[in-house]
């Protein structure tokens, strides 16, 4: 029998993943609060519903692709999803969100009588159109089990990270390692810069020595090293900075919680937050670089001037 999929968020993740489950042969039925997403998802064979909850109804499994935990546990809430849905329904948020509302999601669906998994995501709109992107899972092991023939039609891996919340920690984890690489690697080009040090000839020795990782070798913040970097197109993203801006906040509000004497990762959150609200807002996160040269100015003409 063919499964039924209730795909709830059809925005720029959501719309062509929905769409892949539809190439596979699965039976899907969405909503969005937005007209034009919607029609899109229906043109790709996405069936409409009118609400969220009357496509949950029938689901045998419900997966959610929304921008934050609010908009996840009011959808759950009294009257919602959880309710609308036959007992034992498998619900998979793939949503970015915080983790303590991530548990509190997968508390909810459990005490409705539901399955639940967090399945967060990275690789992208490239990555949900390809369907290559990658899944980190959190939730108990059969749930993961009945998920995993749909994560592998929308994504290439899917890792099971662990409990309740798992999926969103590893996420905020790795996330936070890119923020704070990204800027490290921006900061040594605008230092190698005042210091006289070509771009290449920094990125010549730091690749192949231990300054080496994803945000020097595959997202390089200055044009030329790496072609298809953003870098090399205006920084156009890629990854947007919004994005990274949500992903660090939501890191910065775990680090906070637990106490952990995190400076970089807190410090990365706030360079960010404030160049996705200015110049980043619909820049590659990469382009941060550029902030960071444009602060240094003076310093930098400093340095050059300390060295003629
Ligand atoms: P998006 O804003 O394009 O899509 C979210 C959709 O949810 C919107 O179309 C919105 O109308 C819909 N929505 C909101 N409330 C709703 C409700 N109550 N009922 C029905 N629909 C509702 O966002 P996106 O870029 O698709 O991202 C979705 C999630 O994936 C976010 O949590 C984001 O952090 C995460 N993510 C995004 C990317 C990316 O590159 N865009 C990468 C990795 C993870």
Same mark, same amino acid.
């Given at each position: 029998?063919?499964?039924?999929?209730?795909?709830?968020?059809?925005?720029?993740?959501?719309?062509?993943?929905?769409?892949?489950?539809?190439?596979?042969?699965?039976?899907?039925?969405?909503?969005?609060?937005?007209?034009?997403?919607?029609?899109?998802?229906? /043109?790709?064979?996405?069936?409409?519903?009118?609400?969220?909850?009357?496509?949950? $109804?029938?689901?045998? +499994?419900?997966?959610?692709?929304?921008?934050?935990?609010?908009? +996840?546990?009011?959808?759950?809430?009294?009257?919602?999803?959880?309710?609308?849905?036959?007992?034992?329904?498998?619900?998979?948020?793939?949503?970015?969100?915080?983790?303590?509302?991530?548990? /509190?999601?997968?508390?909810?669906?459990?005490?409705?009588?539901?399955?639940?998994?967090?399945?967060?995501?990275?690789?992208?709109?490239? #990555?949900?159109?390809? #369907?290559?992107?990658?899944?980190?899972? #959190?939730?108990?092991?059969?749930?993961?089990?009945?998920?995993?023939?749909?994560?592998?039609?929308?994504?290439?891996?899917?890792?099971?990270?662990?409990?309740?919340?798992? #999926?969103?920690? /590893?996420?905020?984890? @790795? &996330?936070?390692?890119?923020?704070?690489?990204?800027?490290?690697?921006?900061? $040594?080009?605008?230092?190698?810069?005042?210091?006289?040090?070509?771009?290449?000839?920094?990125?010549?020795?730091?690749?192949?020595?231990?300054?080496?990782?994803? /945000?020097?070798?595959? @997202?390089?913040?200055?044009?030329?090293?790496?072609?298809?970097?953003?870098? @090399?197109?205006?920084?156009?993203?890629?990854?947007?900075?919004?994005?990274?801006?949500?992903?660090?906040?939501?890191?910065? @509000?775990?680090?906070?919680?637990?106490?952990?004497?995190?400076?970089?990762?807190?410090?990365?959150?706030?360079?960010?937050?404030?160049?996705?609200?200015?110049?980043?807002?619909?820049?590659?996160?990469?382009?941060?670089?550029?902030?960071?040269?444009?602060?240094?100015? &003076?310093?930098?003409?400093?340095?050059?001037?300390?060295?003629?």
């Amino acid at each position: 029998m063919t499964t039924t999929v209730a795909f709830i968020g059809l925005g720029h993740m959501g719309g062509p993943m929905a769409a892949n489950l539809v190439s596979a042969g699965y039976r899907v039925l969405g909503h969005d609060l937005v007209e034009s997403c919607l029609s899109a998802a229906v /043109a790709a064979g996405v069936e409409a519903a009118r609400s969220a909850a009357e496509a949950a $109804a029938v689901a045998d +499994v419900v997966i959610t692709m929304l921008p934050a935990g609010r908009h +996840v546990l009011s959808l759950y809430g009294p009257e919602g999803l959880l309710a609308a849905a036959r007992p034992g329904t498998l619900f998979v948020d793939c949503s970015t969100i915080d983790v303590a509302d991530s548990r /509190a999601a997968h508390a909810a669906a459990e005490a409705a009588g539901h399955r639940s998994l967090d399945a967060p995501v990275s690789g992208g709109v490239v #990555g949900a159109e390809a #369907g290559t992107l990658t899944f980190m899972a #959190g939730g108990e092991e059969g749930a993961f089990a009945q998920a995993e023939p749909l994560l592998a039609v929308m994504g290439k891996k899917a890792v099971h990270c662990g409990d309740a919340g798992a #999926g969103q920690a /590893a996420k905020i984890c @790795n &996330n936070m390692i890119l923020g704070v690489s990204m800027i490290a690697v921006s900061e $040594a080009f605008v230092l190698a810069e005042s210091l006289g040090l070509s771009d290449q000839a920094l990125y010549d020795v730091a690749s192949a020595a231990s300054g080496q990782c994803w /945000a020097l070798t595959v @997202n390089c913040p200055v044009p030329g090293p790496v072609p298809a970097s953003p870098a @090399n197109r205006d920084y156009r993203p890629g990854f947007a900075a919004p994005l990274m801006a949500k992903d660090l906040q939501l890191a910065a @509000n775990s680090l906070r919680a637990g106490g952990i004497d995190a400076e970089l990762g807190l410090r990365a959150a706030e360079l960010y937050a404030r160049f996705a609200e200015g110049p980043g807002a619909d820049q590659d996160f990469s382009g941060i670089v550029r902030a960071i040269r444009a602060a240094s100015s &003076n310093t930098t003409d400093a340095l050059k001037g300390s060295t003629t």
